[in-house]
């Protein structure tokens, strides 16, 4: 249906009242028939007119002028007449459904009712109708009211959305179609947090604000774009870290796979550790301590050990003399350690800063085979155990030589216990609040199992638990010797060079390997491991990096790296070029120093040059200035030291020659700093379990007495406490309610916002402080039992303290005191004996105490009742 546009006028916005009326078909006039008016009457033929006739352009009624309107006529001749004359103007009739102007109907459209209802011909329009008015504005119309509910409509070829009528307005998302005011938007647009092209949610991938979508969305893991094959994460941007890439763990840097060995982040977890995450898996055959040169800036030197993660992403350094405290300079040289698929990795040199605040907790409790002991593991080293309480009676531990676990012993298998450690101090110092773990004792019955895996000629035993001794192999019928990994307790290696060299093989394949004697150390064996390998002889040449040079006096000590075990280094083939710290290069003959090599090196720094294959892989070459060339005082000076490693230096186990190669080596100076305002010490009290002292440098303000002030452990000082100056304003007296402390031990004290009174604060470089607190709850009774007609028995929720002579106390039987009864502590418990008063069989036995001496071993008092 077509649309009709004209001018609204305002006879158009306003129509009167809808009229009622009866269309009839009025009397004409005709040949045959006379009208006459008589007396103001309509005559037809003589007699007065019936019905409505129209007369002259008068409308009657039975004779008379018609009073009121009047709807006569049908079909498009239809008229509409107010009194006697056609209803001038706009006017709608038949409860609206039929619109007039002058007594006609209304050709073609016309709205009305403010735009309510659209007329056709005078008729409310039938259907669905869009209309758009001399403005440009489009309605939608239903059977010719205005549609209130969302709606699309179609008309040459334009879909329009429509809300109460008119063009929607904003944006607005209807049937899976995004629409602007009212029209399809086409623009790549995000709404919602869905992107829509051309109107419609994206599908398949889309870049957007150069984020990447799929299927309309931010991506739900991380994808790899069609566009430019890089890798997006779940923001929508170029991802960066660790994801999952068909069906292997894989670095990704920037959208890209990492393909190359680097190391990725260096973090300093604590005063004993810190750790090393490498892009990538790393080949554990070739990583060792000496790979990493951790020097201190700070003079805080520490020697470690490491130990590489199961999944070969990182390495962590952990202390064995000193703690990791202030700057280090952090360097790995090139192609020191490989990838697991063989990549070297890149040089590294960083500056980290360690500065350990977090305190030390549980990482696991652990029970062994037996189920009768169970091993504390610690998040770090701890520079004191602290007390250790199994189901809250405090027990003998020592710490472990590791400095990060204790041995619990005397456990039952099969049990629960509840573990408490209370003061606990890591390497820095921080003190742990009171830490609580769990543990089932129970005993190991399942047989470990394991893998074998070769790399040239060495076999890589790896176990799923530790064994109690090195198994038994034989490779190719021939017995071999498996060495336990120094790392990894449950890796042993093999080598297999001599089944190639016996009969100058280069390789050998489906070589038998047999493994036995595989047993845990619970006892458990598992079956005998049986398969075949390919041996191939090593043609690799092999390549060394720097991992570290000492200067000690007049002479310097380089440590080096191969890439592989080396049978020889040759020590003439090794120059050296020094280039001082003003850049001054000294001229040097060949008998002006000298270079002497050695094989092995202490790689975990434990006192001892490792053997077999880690000492293979290391040399030491001493530098000595023998015509004080490139030493002062006494003492190498500072500047590079570049060593030439010729061809043939050193030879691989395959007789194959190193090509040459140069080092440098560049050492750096040191820095510190320092800082004080006013301190403060907290000592517990010999007296009272409830109280402590806390005595400040100088004279303070009421501040210090304020509880918010104070923590014990980390948490508020319990309601109740009352803090009082002791003798003069630099000591404060803390005195707790009774039953603070549920467990003996150590806690931090920490007190903070509180000002002396010359206005000064805590010094930042106060020190932690730890009170010795021992538990203050009282020994309730726990039950009486009826021994016989003259004993009872009371424990108590923990065992009372020896005493000779017990006060305080009486007993009742049903409540009648028994007169005469004397009480005696028996392994902690109190029996009560009553000779001359009899206990009635069945009877009850109560106690009650005011002010008794009975004390726990710590002192604390049974409370009156």
């Known amino acids: 249906m077509a649309n009709a546009k004209f001018v609204k006028t305002a006879a158009a916005v306003a129509l009167g009242a809808s009229v009622v009326t009866t269309a009839v078909a009025p009397g004409a006039a005709s040949a045959a028939t006379t009208y006459k008016i008589k007396d103001g009457k309509l005559y037809k033929n003589g007699k007065i007119a019936k019905g409505y006739v129209v007369y002259k352009g008068k409308l009657y009624k039975n004779g008379k002028l018609n009073k009121g309107y009047a709807k006569v006529g049908t079909g498009s001749k239809m008229k509409l007449y107010f009194n006697s004359s056609l209803k001038k103007g706009f006017k709608t009739a038949n409860n609206k459904t039929l619109l007039f102007k002058d007594g006609s109907l209304f050709p073609g459209f016309k709205q009305a009712g403010a735009d309510e209802r659209l007329y056709e011909n005078g008729k409310l329009a039938a259907g669905w109708e869009v209309y758009t008015d001399a403005e440009g504005v489009k309605f939608l119309y239903n059977k010719g009211y205005l549609y209130k509910n969302l709606k699309t409509a179609t008309r040459g070829g334009v879909t329009n959305l429509f809300e109460n009528g008119v063009l929607a307005e904003g944006t607005k998302l209807f049937k899976d179609t995004l629409y602007t005011d009212g029209v399809v938007d086409t623009k790549a647009q995000l709404f919602e947090d869905t992107l ?139 192609d020191s350690i490989k990838s697991a698929d063989g990549k070297n990795i890149q040089a590294y040199s960083t500056t980290i800063s360690v500065s350990d605040k977090t305190a030390a907790a549980i990482a696991a409790v652990t029970p062994d085979v037996s189920g009768t002991k169970a091993t504390i593991k610690f998040t770090e080293q701890l520079s004191k155990l602290g007390t250790v309480s199994v189901n809250g009676v405090a027990t003998s531990v020592t710490l472990a030589d590791d400095k990060k676990s204790a041995e619990i012993t005397g456990l039952e298998s099969g049990k629960e216990y509840k573990i408490d450690v209370v003061g606990a101090v890591d390497l820095a110092g921080n003190v742990s609040n009171p830490l609580t773990a769990s543990v089932s004792t129970g005993k190991d019955e399942v047989a470990p199992s394991g893998t074998v895996a070769v790399k040239d000629t060495t076999l890589t035993l790896t176990f799923s638990e530790e064994l109690k001794a090195a198994p038994t192999v034989t490779v190719g019928g021939e017995p071999a010797t498996a060495v336990k990994d120094a790392t990894d307790p449950k890796v042993y290696t093999v080598d297999a060079t001599t089944v190639l060299s ?69 020590a003439s083939k090794l120059s050296l070029q020094v280039k001082t710290a003003e850049g001054v290069l000294v001229t040097l003959a060949p008998e002006d120093y000298t270079i002497a090599a050695q094989l092995g090196h202490d790689v975990n720094k434990n006192g001892t040059v490792e053997t077999g294959a880690e000492k293979d892989r290391y ?7 023998v015509n004080n060339k490139f030493s002062k005082d006494s003492q190498l000076v500072d500047g590079a030291y570049t060593f030439t490693f010729a061809e043939g230096a050193f ?23 320092t800082g004080a305002k006013v301190t403060y010490t907290a000592t517990a009290s010999t007296t009272d379990n409830n109280q402590f002292t806390v005595v400040y440098t100088e004279d303070m303000t009421t501040s210090a007495l304020d509880a918010k002030n104070y923590t014990i452990a980390g948490q508020a000082l319990p309601a109740g406490t009352d803090l009082t100056f002791l003798n003069n304003k630099k000591t404060v007296l803390v005195t707790l309610p009774a039953g603070s402390i549920d467990v003996d031990g150590a806690r931090v004290v920490i007190a903070k916002d509180v000002t002396s009174t010359k206005g000064n604060t805590i010094s930042k470089d106060q020190t932690t402080q730890t009170v010795d607190f021992k538990e203050t709850v009282a020994p309730k009774l726990d039950k009486v039992t009826v021994n016989s007609d003259t004993q009872a028995t009371a424990t108590f929720s923990e065992k009372l303290a020896a005493n000779a002579s017990i006060t305080g106390v009486k007993a009742f039987a049903n409540g009648v005191e028994l007169a005469g009864a004397t009480f005696a502590l028996t392994d902690g418990a109190v ?35």
């Open 196 to 334: 829509f092209v051309n109107g419609k949610k994206s599908v398949g991938q889309e870049f957007f604000s150069d984020l990447l979508y799929v299927d309309g969305k931010l991506p739900t893991e991380v994808t790899k774009a069609d566009k430019d094959s890089k890798y997006y994460g779940t923001d929508g941007k170029l991802f960066t870290g660790e994801a999952t890439v068909n069906g292997e763990k894989v670095e990704i840097k920037d959208g890209e796979i990492v393909e190359d060995l680097s190391i990725k982040t260096i973090e300093a977890l604590s005063a004993s550790q810190i750790k090393i995450n490498f892009t990538k898996a790393v080949d554990k055959n070739t990583i060792a301590d000496a790979d990493f040169t951790v020097n201190s800036l700070d003079n805080s030197a520490v020697t470690f050990k490491g130990e590489l993660a199961e999944d070969g992403k990182s390495y962590t350094l952990e202390a064995v003399t000193g703690k990791f405290d202030g700057r280090y300079d952090v360097k790995v040289a090139a």
């Open 502 to 570: 016996k009969d100058n093989s280069a390789f050998k394949n489906d070589v038998p390997v047999l493994v036995s004697g595989i047993t845990d150390l619970a006892g458990n064996t598992a079956k005998n491991i049986e398969t075949k390998v390919n041996l191939t002889k090593d043609a690799t040449a092999p390549t060394a990096e720097v991992v570290s040079f000492k200067k000690e006096a007049a002479t310097g000590k380089l440590v080096v790296k191969f890439s592989e075990a080396i049978s020889a280094v040759d």
């Open 619 to 625: 040399a030491e070459i001493t530098l000595t200035d």
């Open 651 to 673: 030879t691989d186990k395959g007789a194959v020659k190193n090509k040459e190669a140069k080092f440098t080596v560049e050492p750096k100076a040191d820095s510190e700093a």
């Open 831 to 865: 029996v009560i004996t009553s000779s001359t008063n009899k206990i009635p069989a069945g009877a009850t036995v109560t106690l009650k105490f005011e002010d008794t001496n009975l004390a726990d071993a710590n002192g604390n008092k049974v409370a009156n009742n």
